[in-house]
């Protein structure tokens, strides 16, 4: 797999015939190890590790639904009394974060409206803070600390 810009973490991986699986420590099993998935371990490890993010607030793979469609959130931060508070979204490394990567995470907010939208290929990360006032958004120099949040 790709170095990614983010700090290492102890991963386990593992092998069942010609498929290789990455442990998932949110939803607590091996699950398999795609390049997006790569990206997602590294970040949330990188959320709780170097950021301050509490791991019982963070859900991986979160289900919406819109009427009859049905949509994926890759991770969504949630306050303690269980309200969403950030939605990630996670690409391979080598594909470009592009127009439509904020259109799908737009999309996803439609429904949730939190306060922080981050999108990450591992290699490039983009984190907006979301003013419903004024109907603006603000990109932000980094990963906000947790408890800058």
Known sequence: MVRLNL????IKITEKGAKR???DFLRRKYVALT?????????????????????????NEV???AGEK???????LYTADTHPRMIIEYKAPTIQIQQKTFDQISAYNL??????????????HHCCRMDYDTQSYTFLEGIPDYEKL
Request: aromatic share 14%; glycine share 6%.
């Open 7 to 10: 700090p290492p973490y102890p």
């Open 21 to 23: 699986y990455i442990f």
């Open 35 to 59: 390049p997006e998935e790569w990206v997602r371990q590294h970040f949330v490890h990188f959320l709780v590790e170097h950021k301050g993010y509490p791991k019982g607030l963070l859900a």
């Open 63 to 65: 289900e919406l639904k």
């Open 70 to 76: 049905r949509l994926r959130c890759d991770t969504l």
């Open 111 to 124: 429904l949730l409206k939190v306060d922080y939208l981050i999108v990450s290929n591992g290699l490039q």
